[in-house]
């Protein structure tokens, strides 16, 4: 009896025993378990807010307030360029202040669409920008009005049509008469009835519509006190001419067309401080009765002096405007005009 109780009590000390070794075997598993997990890097959990991890990952915005941004922001948060430690980002700041006001005369002709069209793909480039476009015309007509409504930009529409007297005769050369004369000087007036010259800064440039301009030079003219001056290529009688320039200052002319001028200068090699115009010439207007390519000189001998000059367009040794002239298609007015002598003319609803 003795035998088979001893025999029991040693087979649940066994039982125990193996018991104790399973539960210790278990708290080391958990305990390694918790080493392991605690050493691991945790991933995120998966869910509809995804997109919202990933958002705020990007842009560095750990709080739950934060709206999430979309991934358009958040690209171009992180892919800004931003300058190394000990190097200076310099940053061009343009003054909201300083307008360029760009008076286009205008006149109905085969090729007046396509001209402006032209023309205000590069004005649409130029920041702090107001165009006042003229036409040669009793009345504002509808291709304009439309251009300009479609054009994007800031601008004044405006119209005066130039007195039979003053019109160029068809037998005779362009240059016979002054053009663009009355619609200029009904610019200027608009300039003087609408601007507050103690709210706004800015210049006033004659921008004629068949001129090829860079965008660098509205930029140069902005900071201009009195006459800023520049050269133009294809006028002069040469491959360009404008101003000589020294340390900022004008010291001659380079032309080979009546050099004797005052201000021997192309319609495009010049811009005026609106203020010179409105307080301090308010009389000085574009003279009709001007001889043959004196327009300009008549004009800039109202407004100021040589000593007035400025120079810009690195020292008059860059040209960022050309006296250009798009060849009028002959070939398609003449092959048009037969047309309509057959009764088959083009759909005037297609405007060109």
Same mark, same amino acid.
């Given at each position: 009896m003795f035998f088979i109780r001893r025999k029991m009590f040693r087979?649940?000390?066994?039982?125990?025993?193996?018991?104790?070794?399973?539960v210790g075997i278990a708290i080391i598993t958990r305990v390694l378990e918790q080493v392991v997990e605690k050493a691991s890097p945790k991933a995120p959990q998966t869910n509809e807010n995804d997109d919202q991890l990933v958002r705020r990952d990007l842009t560095n915005t750990d709080s739950p307030s934060s709206p999430p941004k979309n991934t358009a922001q958040a690209k171009l948060e992180i892919?800004?360029? =931003? +300058?190394?430690?000990?190097?200076?980002?310099?940053?061009? %700041?343009?003054s909201p202040k300083?307008?360029?006001?760009?008076?286009? +005369? #205008?006149?109905?002709r085969f090729l007046q669409k396509a001209e402006l069209t032209r023309l205000s793909q #590069?004005?649409? &480039?130029?920041?702090?920008? &107001?165009?006042?476009?003229?036409?040669? $015309?009793? =009345?504002?007509t509808p291709l304009v009005t439309r251009f300009l409504a479609n054009s994007g930009l800031n601008y004044t529409h405006l119209n005066i049509r130039t007195p039979v007297e003053l019109r160029p005769l068809k037998n005779k050369p362009r240059w016979?008469?002054?053009?663009?004369?009355? =619609?200029?000087?009904?610019?200027i007036k608009w300039l003087r009835d609408n601007?507050?010259?103690n709210k706004t800064n800015g210049v006033v440039y004659f921008a004629d519509d068949d001129n090829t301009y860079d965008i660098k030079l509205?930029?140069?003219m902005r900071d201009i006190k009195k006459i800023g001056v520049w050269p133009v290529a294809f006028t002069g009688a040469a491959r360009y001419a404008g101003p000589l320039c020294k340390d900022g200052r004008v010291v001659g002319f380079y032309t080979n067309w009546r050099p004797s001028r005052t201000f021997p200068l192309d319609m495009a090699a010049f811009a005026i401080n609106v203020k010179r115009l409105i307080v301090d010439k308010p009389q000085a207007h574009f003279d009709a009765d001007a001889k043959p390519g004196d327009l300009e000189n008549s004009f800039l001998e109202q407004v100021g002096t040589r000593e007035d000059l400025e120079a810009?367009? $690195?020292?008059? $040794? %860059?040209?960022?405007?050309? &006296?250009?002239? #798009?060849e009028t298609p002959i070939k398609n007015i003449n092959g048009e005009k037969l047309l309509i002598s057959k009764g088959k003319p083009s759909n005037p609803e297609v405007e060109t």
């Open positions: 087979g649940i000390i066994k039982y125990v025993a193996f018991f104790g070794v399973l892919t800004v360029e =931003q +300058p190394k430690i000990g190097e200076k980002k310099i940053v061009k %700041k343009l300083t307008i360029v006001y760009a008076v286009t +005369p #205008t006149y109905a #590069t004005l649409k &480039h130029v920041k702090y920008f &107001h165009w006042i476009v003229v036409e040669d $015309s009793y =009345q504002k016979t008469k002054a053009r663009g004369v009355e =619609q200029r000087n009904i610019a601007i507050n010259i509205f930029e140069e810009r367009a $690195s020292n008059c $040794s %860059k040209v960022y405007v050309w &006296h250009t002239r #798009t």
